[in-house]
T-cell receptor, first 116, second 117 residues
C-alpha cells in the first residue's frame, strides 16, 4: 500500500542545533517529493520539492533534503535551527495511479519546537 | 486518533455538473479546515480556509461562487465545485486542525481526484 512515514511526531531542539527529520515512503513508480511547513495559525507553505535531477535539493530558509532512492527516503535537514522554525513539517509524496492521473499522500507531520 | 476522512477519493463528472467533496474529522472537532488543490508537477495551492459557523476565506484568484465551501458542523466541511469544467480537473485535499491553541496540529484527508470530461 502507498504510504508516507515520518519517524518523529515531536522534536524539541535548542537554537543553533542541527535538524534532521526523517521521511520514508512506499509508492511504486516515479514519484515527486515535497516538504511543507505549517507555522502556527497559518496554512501550508512549500519548503522544497524534488522532481528529478540532483537528489540534494535546497529549499527556502536554509532547509535542504536528500532523496535516496534505494532507501525510499527524503529526509529534511537544516544545519542550525532558529526559534522561528517552530512549526509542523509535512513530507508528501506525489505519484501516478494505475488508472491515470496522480495522487498525493501526506505523512502524519512532525511538530518541531525550538527553544530560544 | 486524529483521522480525517475525505470522500470521494475519485470522481469523474460531465462538464457543467456539480460535484461535492466531503472532509470529515472522525475523532476530533475541527473548527478550522483548509482546502487545497494540486495540478500535475506543482505543489499544493491553498484555495480557502473554512471556519465552522462562518463564511470561508478564499485566496486571491479562487472563485467563491464556483467553489462553494460549507463548514456547518465541527466535524464536516464540504467543497462543491459548481458547473465543473475540464480545467477544474485536479487533485483536491483538505486538512483539519486537530488541536486548539497556537501550536495546533493538522491532519490531512486522503484527497479527491476530480476529472471533468
Amino acid at each position: 500500500a502507498q504510504s508516507v512515514s515520518q519517524h518523529n511526531h515531536h522534536v524539541i531542539l535548542s537554537e543553533a542545533a542541527s535538524l534532521e527529520l526523517g521521511c520514508n515512503y512506499s509508492y511504486g513508480g516515479t514519484v515527486n517529493l515535497f516538504w511543507y511547513v505549517q507555522y502556527p495559525g497559518q496554512h501550508l507553505q512549500l519548503l522544497l520539492k524534488y522532481f528529478s535531477g540532483d537528489p540534494l535539493v535546497k529549499g527556502i530558509k536554509g532547509f535542504e533534503a536528500e532523496f535516496i532512492k534505494s532507501k525510499f527516503s527524503f529526509n529534511l535537514r537544516k544545519p542550525s535551527v532558529q526559534w522561528s522554525d517552530t512549526a509542523e513539517y509535512f513530507c508528501a509524496v506525489n505519484g501516478p495511479l494505475f488508472s491515470g492521473g496522480f495522487k498525493t499522500i501526506f505523512g502524519a507531520g512532525t511538530r518541531l519546537f525550538v527553544k530560544a | 486518533g486524529a483521522v480525517v476522512s475525505q470522500h470521494p477519493s475519485r470522481v469523474i463528472c460531465k462538464s457543467g455538473t456539480s460535484v461535492k467533496i466531503e472532509c470529515r474529522s472522525l475523532d476530533f472537532q475541527a473548527t478550522t479546515m483548509f482546502w487545497y488543490r494540486q495540478f500535475p508537477k506543482q505543489s499544493l495551492m491553498l484555495m480557502a480556509t473554512s471556519n465552522e459557523g462562518s463564511k470561508a476565506t478564499y485566496e486571491q484568484g479562487v472563485e467563491k461562487d464556483k467553489f462553494l465551501i460549507n463548514h456547518a458542523s465541527l466535524t464536516l466541511s464540504t467543497l462543491t465545485v459548481t458547473s465543473a469544467h475540464p480545467e477544474d480537473s485536479s487533485f483536491y485535499i483538505c486538512s483539519a486542525r486537530r488541536e486548539q491553541g497556537l501550536y495546533g496540529g493538522y491532519t490531512f484527508g486522503s484527497g479527491t481526484r476530480l476529472t471533468v470530461v
